[in-house]
């Protein structure tokens, strides 16, 4: 055989070893992308383990809220001291359930006689207290929140709650000057948002939560003392139930709670085609 001949037939051989090599990456490439389409479509089974709303649902609670009676102002002064407030019924969801709820007498609030008090007790409790009979699709919530200078834990609202192993919740650590927004799915939370806050040289702070939605979008807003200070987009969980929340081994008081449901914010008509 011929010098070229050999070098001809050594050049073949080599190239049919790249071609060998080449669809062999090639097959890995494929059960690479299958693998991780897999392991994305359980992730996102997961995370919807709570139905979502049919569009018929959805249109159903949306009509159902231009309804008076969810505009609420709950001020806990006509409650009896060293209850629960009427209306209300407190849940746990969590570690363990050793928290506490009642309306204490405090005559230098803003509106005085009474405010609520709150507290949870061990670092993974969520302690809740929720606004029975009322169903809200897209929120607008309001609340005083008081929390003892020096003192650890987070205070704030929950949305969209379906039981206390489901729900949104917008939660304020005062003395750390943070804010966060989770979502909790059978009993799993995610931190859907978080973000630093600046505190007014107030003893009473404002805390409002908004959930809207834009062109199918659904977003929530979070506004402390008047600013605001952080927005997620999330639709995982619809309509539910409102309240107040306290954990992680917190104390804080509460007063004038508000909801009213933004069924007026909703787009009037379709978007257009183009």
Known sequence: MHYGDERVRQIQECRGGERFLLNGLRAMHCVGIMIAAGVFAG???????????????????????ANPQLFNDWTFDKDEVGTVPKGFAAVASGDQQGGSWSVEAQSAVPSAPNVLLGTSGCAGCNDILVAQGFQYEYPDLVVRIQQPAGHAGQVGVVFGMKDPLNYYATVVDVSQKVIQIVRVIEGKESVLGRAAIKTKPVEWHTLRVQRNTIISKDFIETFFDGSLALSVEDQALGVGQVGMLVRGDASARFDNFNAAPLYSSRPLSAPAAY
């Open 43 to 65: 992730g996102m089974g997961t995370a919807w383990a709570v139905p979502k709303e049919t569009s018929t649902e959805k249109a159903e609670h949306l009509r159902q809220q």
